[in-house]
């Protein structure tokens, strides 16, 4: 009979830790499901691209961002 309760004692033991692991997995599948529903219902304004200039010239141009990066990189 010692035998049996030992080998009792191992399943419950393997089981328990496999509930466990599941329900880890459980919650991680629910906390990135409801943070993806977040970031869809909680997104704001549309990015806006800057205006081009028709003068022909393609390149490096100072819009508004470029100027407000210039002055945050300040130190």
Do not use: C, I, W
Not at 8 to 23: A, C
Not at 32 to 42: E, I, K, R
């Amino acid at each position: 009979m010692d035998g049996l309760e030992e080998k009792d004692k191992v399943v419950n033991k393997t089981e328990k830790k496999s509930l466990q692991r599941r329900e880890f997995l459980k919650t991680a599948t629910m906390v990135g499901v409801a943070s993806g529903v977040a970031a869809v219902s909680l997104k704001g304004k549309p990015a806006r691209a800057a205006k081009v200039s028709s003068d022909g010239h393609a390149g490096y141009k100072e819009t508004d961002h470029v100027k407000k990066y210039y002055e945050l990189a300040r130190f």
